[in-house]
């Protein structure tokens, strides 16, 4: 079977879409894994199904397969590919704002423009039970030990598990290490996306996000936002924050508890092609 398929990214974070609007979602674990390679398949970070709303309140619904075939909660890069892929396919005007439904619950896009896209990530939540994490309570710093070393974390859940680390150095070799170790650490019962972040000011965040199911990558929406939020809760950062990645900025916005987060950024067409499905008539 030929599967039409389109390559995106945002700031560097790659992406498969599928059209499934029609037929619905029909891939394997093993068919997504394949798919995924970067040597015999097409190569991604993470896989997204446009389907039918699930919810009547939402336009459509979108899936999220990482890597390993293993599914996502929510990917903040990935709902701007989306709204930009319903823009190209004509279901989404520029200006216009739509609610969309991803695994972990509905958000709102707003098509800013052609490739510029802000979304309503939703409150982030520190509630130990909500992300999951083993903690007694929420709290701005949790104690964690992986391997040898005893590390200061935030953890938080934006509609996926995040764990934020405060670092001096970015390319401290250190980090290479402890993301993997980390990402799978036996405290996060479902895994958890490892952040490092450096803070130049108020204002301005350095990243670097180890996701559970797809490794290091050139960005994470989603660690973008769980690194403001922590630092918001701890009082270092402002309201409006610019966060660089190593593919790419996005700027956060969040005004505290009782308040949803907003991240604004942009959206960019690869290619089209079709690809064939393995273990399938062609």
Wanted: proline fraction near 6%; charged fraction near 20%.
């Amino acid at each position: 079977m030929q599967l039409h398929f389109s390559k995106m990214h945002g700031i560097g974070n790659d992406f498969v879409v599928l059209d499934c609007r029609r037929d619905g979602f029909a891939l394997d674990e093993a068919q997504i894994r394949a798919l995924a390679d970067r040597h015999t398949g097409v190569g991604f970070d993470q896989l997204l199904s446009v389907e039918p709303p699930r919810d009547a309140s939402c336009a459509f619904y979108y899936g999220i397969w990482n890597g390993d075939g293993s599914p996502s909660g929510q990917c903040g890069n990935g709902v701007r590919c989306v709204a930009a892929w319903l823009h190209r396919a004509g279901a989404l005007a520029l200006g216009d704002s739509v609610r969309i439904q991803s695994p972990s619950g509905p958000v709102t896009v707003r098509l800013l423009g052609a490739n510029e896209v802000a979304v309503d990530m939703g409150e982030p939540r520190f509630e130990p039970a909500r992300i999951p994490f083993a903690a007694e309570a929420a709290a701005d710093r949790h104690d964690i030990r992986v391997g040898e070393d005893t590390l200061q974390i935030g953890a938080v859940s934006m509609g996926n598990p995040h764990a934020v680390m405060v670092v001096d150095d970015l390319d401290d070799p250190a980090l290479a290490r402890l993301g993997p170790l980390l990402s799978h650490h036996e405290r996060f019962a479902q895994g958890v996306n490892a952040g490092f972040v450096q803070q130049r000011d108020r204002g301005h965040l350095r990243l670097r996000v180890h996701e559970r199911g797809a490794g290091w990558t050139q960005a994470c929406g989603t660690g973008a936002c769980a690194a403001m939020a922590v630092l918001h809760q701890r009082g270092e950062v402002d309201d409006r924050v610019q966060v660089e990645l190593p593919g790419g900025t996005l700027q956060i916005d969040w005004s505290g508890p009782g308040h949803t987060l907003w991240m604004t950024g942009p959206a960019a067409f690869v290619f089209e092609g079709d690809w064939t499905v393995p273990g399938r008539p062609a």
